[in-house]
C-alpha cells in the first residue's frame, strides 16, 4: 500500500539548513513522542509484571515475571465496581443532559430573528467570568436538596458556555437562513425544525460536545467531593483518589512482613486501576477523531 | 422617531418573539439552571459581608462589613497563598507558547501516516484524569523506586522527593500539565494552520524563500489572532490555579509550597466551615481576575487589533 502512495513533493534542491531543520524536526518529535508516550506505556507493563521487579528497575521494556495479580486484586474491591458503575451512569446522563441543554441553547442563540440575542447572550457569557464561589454555590445546591443525590452530579452544573459558544458558531456557518425561510414557507415551526432538520445536519458539533461532555464526566471527582457524603453513589474517580493518594501516603510507612505484602497487593493494584479506569475514555477519541475538522475547532476561536 | 413608529417596531418585535417562542424554549433549561445555579449563588455572595449564619439565612445574618476581608489580608496565609498562587500561575502562564511551538512542528511534518500517529499519541494525555495524573506523578517520581529514583540510581546519585518538595512543587505542577495537555492545546493552532492558503507557500518557494522563513512570515502571523485570544482568556485566569489538581498534588511535605487560594478556600469554608470568611476571600480572587482580564484587554486593544470585546 505504501508504495502506491505518492511522495511528498521536494524541493529539487534541498538548501543545506533545510535539511538541517528537517532532521532536528524528526528528531525532536521523536523525543516528544517519547517522552509522551512513555509513561502510559510504563503503567501498562508494569501491570502485568512482578511487583518486585517492577521496584528494581528491572521492567523497562517489557513485563518482567508475567502476571495478573494486579486485575485479580481489583476483583476483590467491590467499591471499585460500585465505583465504576456510578460513574458510567453519570457519564451517560450527564452527557445526554449536557447535549440537550446546550445544544439547544446553541441553535437558538445563534438564530439572528431572536429577539433580545444580545443581552441574552450577554447572560451568558457574564457566567464565564463571575460565580458565587464555592460556599454560596454550596449553600444553593444544599437549599434546593440536591445534596448527596444523584441529580447534583448531573443537572446543576450542566451549562457549559464555551460549548455553546462554538455550537453556536458551527450552526451560523453551517446552517443557512434560507433553509429556515423555505421551512417557514412550508410551516414548520422551529421545534419541527430543529429536530428534523438542524439536529441531522449537525453530527460533527454534536459528536465533538458528546466526546467534551464524556471526558469531563468520566474524569471529575471535585462535585463529588463536595457534593456527595454516601459513598454507594461515590464515582470511579473518588474511589481511585483513595488508593491512588490518600493510601499511597499511608502505604509507605509500614515496615514488617505483614506490610509488606500489603505494600505488594497495593503497588500492584495501583497499576491494573490506573489502566482499567483509563482505557475506556480514552478509546472514545478514535471514534471522534474524524469530526475534529478545522470547521468545529475554527469556530472556537473566531467569536 | 415619532410615536407612531416607535408602537410598530414593539409590535414587530412582539410578532416576532411569538413566532419564535419554539426558540425561547430551547433557551428555557440553560437559563434556568445558570439562574439558580450561577446567578443564585451571586447574591448569595453577601454573606462575605455578613457574619452568615445557617439558621438566619442570607438574608437574615447580621452585616459584618469588612470584617473577613480584613482578616484574611491580616492572617499569617494570607502572603503563602497570594505567593504560591501567583507563582504557579506565572508559571504556567510561561509554558504558554509551547503548543504554539508544538503545532509548528507538527505542521512541518511530512510523512502523512507519522503525522497521524503522532498527533493521536499525543492527544492521549489529555484524557487521563487528574486523579490518575497525581497518582502516576507519585508512582513515577518516588525517590526509592519510583523511575526518577532508578534514573537517578543508575548515576549512583539519591533522587531529590519531588512530591514532598514545596520549593519543587510549582515546577511538578508546572510540567506534568505540560506533558498532559500540549498535544491536545495544539489542536486550535493547527486548525488556524491549516486555513493558511496553500498558493502563499507556493508564492514563497518560488520568491525562494527558506523553510524557516516560510514558518516566520507565514505560519506565525497565521497564529496570532488565536494566541492573542488565548492569551487574553488565560489572564483572567492568573489568580485562579485549579482546585483540583492543587489539592490532589498537596501532603504535609509540601503544604508551604502548594496552599494556593482555591485550596485554602474550600478548607476554611467546608472542612472548617467559616463560610462567610471562605466567600470573602473566593470574592477577593474573583475581583482580582476580573480587574485582570478588563486590563489586559484594554491593552491588547489598544496595541492590536485583537481583542475579546
Known amino acids: ?303 | 422617531m415619532n410615536h407612531r413608529a416607535a408602537s410598530g417596531n414593539w409590535q414587530r418585535a412582539f410578532g416576532r418573539v411569538g413566532r419564535n417562542w419554539g426558540l425561547y424554549l430551547l433557551l428555557l433549561p440553560a437559563v434556568i439552571l445558570l439562574l439558580i445555579f450561577t446567578y443564585r449563588p451571586m447574591y448569595g455572595v453577601m454573606i462575605a459581608f455578613k457574619d452568615f449564619s445557617p439558621a438566619l439565612g442570607i438574608t437574615g445574618s447580621p452585616w459584618a462589613g469588612l470584617k473577613y476581608f480584613e482578616k484574611f489580608f491580616h492572617s499569617y496565609q494570607f502572603s503563602i497563598t497570594i505567593r504560591n498562587t501567583l507563582l504557579i500561575s506565572l508559571y504556567s502562564f510561561a509554558t504558554f507558547p509551547i503548543p504554539i511551538v508544538f503545532a509548528l512542528l507538527v505542521n512541518q511534518l511530512r510523512a502523512n501516516r507519522f503525522k497521524r500517529a503522532f498527533q493521536t499519541l499525543t492527544y492521549m494525555p489529555h484524557f487521563i484524569s487528574t486523579v490518575v495524573v497525581v497518582g502516576l506523578l507519585l508512582i513515577l517520581l518516588s525517590p526509592g523506586n519510583g523511575l526518577i529514583g532508578q534514573l537517578y540510581g543508575l548515576f549512583g546519585a539519591k533522587a531529590p522527593n519531588l512530591m514532598g518538595s514545596s520549593a519543587l512543587f510549582s515546577s511538578v505542577y508546572v510540567w506534568s500539565d505540560v506533558w498532559q495537555h500540549t498535544g491536545w492545546d495544539s489542536i486550535i493552532y493547527l486548525a488556524a494552520l491549516s486555513a493558511v492558503d496553500p498558493s502563499l507557500y507556493e508564492a514563497a518557494t518560488v520568491d525562494g524563500a527558506s523553510r524557516w522563513q516560510k514558518i516566520r512570515f507565514i505560519d506565525i502571523p497565521m497564529l496570532l489572532p488565536t494566541a492573542i485570544t488565548l492569551l487574553i482568556l488565560r489572564v483572567g485566569g492568573l489568580l485562579g490555579v485549579g482546585f483540583e489538581k492543587a489539592y490532589l498534588m498537596q501532603n504535609n511535605l509540601n503544604l508551604s509550597g502548594s496552599e494556593v487560594i482555591s485550596t485554602y478556600v474550600y478548607k476554611i469554608g467546608l472542612m472548617s466551615a467559616q463560610y462567610s470568611f471562605s466567600a470573602a476571600i473566593n470574592l477577593f480572587n474573583t475581583m482580582i481576575n476580573f480587574v485582570l482580564l478588563v486590563l489586559v484587554n484594554r491593552i491588547a486593544r489598544k496595541y492590536s487589533e485583537h481583542s475579546l470585546w
Not at chain 1, 16 to 22: F, G, I, K, P, Y
Not at chain 1, 54 to 61: A, D, I, S, T
Not at chain 1, 226 to 236: A, E, H, T, W
Open chain 1, 1 to 303: 500500500m505504501e508504495a502506491t502512495t505518492p511522495a511528498p513533493p521536494r524541493p529539487k534542491k534541498g538548501r543545506s539548513s533545510d535539511a538541517l531543520l528537517e532532521a532536528l524536526l524528526y528528531a525532536g518529535a521523536a523525543i516528544v513522542l517519547v517522552a509522551t508516550v512513555y509513561p502510559l506505556y510504563f503503567i501498562a507493563i508494569a501491570s502485568f509484571s512482578d511487583p518486585s521487579a517492577v521496584g528494581n528497575g528491572q521492567v523497562w521494556l517489557y513485563p518482567r515475571g508475567f502476571t495478573l495479580d494486579g486485575y485479580k486484586e481489583l476483583l476483590k474491591h467491590a467499591n471499585i465496581w460500585v465505583g465504576y458503575r456510578n460513574t458510567i451512569l453519570y457519564t451517560v446522563t450527564g452527557t445526554l443532559i449536557g447535549l440537550a441543554v446546550n445544544v439547544s441553547a446553541a441553535y437558538a442563540l445563534s438564530r439572528r430573528d431572536l429577539v433580545g440575542r444580545k443581552a441574552i447572550t450577554l447572560f451568558f457569557i457574564f457566567t464565564m467570568f463571575f460565580n458565587g464561589g464555592l460556599i454560596p454555590t454550596f449553600l444553593t445546591v444544599r437549599d434546593f436538596h440536591l445534596y448527596d443525590t444523584f441529580l447534583v452530579m448531573v443537572l446543576p452544573f450542566s451549562v457549559a458556555v464555551f460549548d455553546i459558544i462554538v455550537a453556536r458558531t458551527f450552526f451560523r456557518t453551517s446552517i443557512p437562513a434560507e433553509l429556515w425561510e423555505a421551512a417557514q414557507l412550508d410551516g414548520c415551526g422551529n421545534l419541527r425544525f430543529y429536530v428534523r432538520i438542524v439536529l441531522p445536519l449537525s453530527k460533527a458539533v454534536i459528536a465533538v460536545l458528546a466526546l467534551w461532555f464524556a471526558v469531563g464526566q468520566w474524569n471529575s471527582y471535585f462535585n463529588a467531593l463536595i457534593y456527595l457524603q454516601n459513598k454507594d453513589l461515590f464515582p470511579l474517580q473518588l474511589i481511585l483518589r483513595d488508593i491512588l493518594i490518600t493510601n499511597q501516603m499511608q502505604s509507605s510507612m509500614g515496615t514488617g512482613e505483614a506490610a509488606q505484602i500489603a505494600l505488594r497487593l497495593a503497588n500492584m493494584l495501583r497499576y491494573s486501576v490506573i489502566i482499567v479506569s483509563t482505557i475506556p475514555i480514552m478509546c472514545a477519541y478514535p471514534f471522534v477523531q474524524k469530526y475534529f475538522n478545522k470547521g468545529v475547532m475554527i469556530g472556537a476561536v473566531k467569536e
